[in-house]
């Protein structure tokens, strides 16, 4: 095809070389190759990137090689060892056993849940929300008072009364009692942005040349407000370590012999470890800050570039 068309072209090799390096230069760079830039301009949120992905692969590599029942064995020769003693990296707790190992397994438990429960919950209020702000009227009359009737229910109370009655309880349980409550934010939060994109003028015209609802719905509105989605969902996974560690501190969260941040800082109700055996809960206090405020810094970031990349399509 080349052939043929410097056979019937007067434009050079040389000349359609530079033009396509030029149209190449000029194109519009794709979503991940603006994010990557974000990232590259922007030190901290950089750093912030390699401490999550770096400390989550760590943790979940970590963990296949921790025998947990037998780490959680109590051995009262390594009682409240000091970090370094006994060869213990971080020290041991009351029964003697690993901080450092029980500090890998619970960080992998607790961000499984936050994770799991991110992916549940907000996926259930991304489309609670479209449907209800895109459709409107009686349709949006009636979802928004299951969202009322939901949020009336005292939520805490009511993961505490599940926890209790369900026996014999796991992580994937607890993941999906948690996702009962955590969907109504996000699905109030989209429904308002969806009512006002269903009035803009590319939904009419969709509509207008016979679009069918849920289309426009998906592949319409949901890319115009994906910077909003990208944001909340990034949020909701520092919101719901918090979550599950919260719960797990009270005493309703994992069961106590599956190791947790929660059920690690909840070392820190007895005054004698706060004060004599820091080791205990301190580390994973200061994982849980370090987590989340890096979360959050990424999910700057990535909104900057998810408006910056609505920007440039706007513009095209």
Known sequence: MAANFNEHS??????????SQEAKAEATPSSARIIWDEFKADKPAMVALVIVVGFILFVM???LFINTPKMMETNIMNYFSQPGQNGLFLGADSAGRSVAQQLIVGSRNSIGIALGLTLISSTFGICWGLISGYFNGYIDWGMQRVYD???MLPMTMMIIVLVTIIKNYNAVTLTLIFSIFYWEGTSR?????TLAESEKDYV??????????FKIIFREIMPNISSLIIVD??????ENIGVETGLSY???GLPLQTPSLGTMIANANDPNNITQYWWTWLPAALEI???CLSISYIGQVIRRAADASQRQGATD
């Not at 009419?204 to 609802?213: F, L, P």
Request: charged share 15%; glycine share 10%.
């Open 10 to 19: 007067d434009i050079s090799a040389a000349d359609l070389t530079r033009l």
């Open 250 to 252: 009270l005493g309703f």
């Open 204 to 213: 009419a015209a969709s509509k207008t040349s016979g679009t069918g609802n």
């Open 233 to 238: 969902t990034t949020l909701s996974i520092a």
């Open 61 to 63: 590599i970590g963990s």
């Open 189 to 193: 939060l989209i429904r308002s942005r």
């Open 149 to 151: 009737f939901m949020m």
């Open 289 to 291: 800050i370090i987590l």
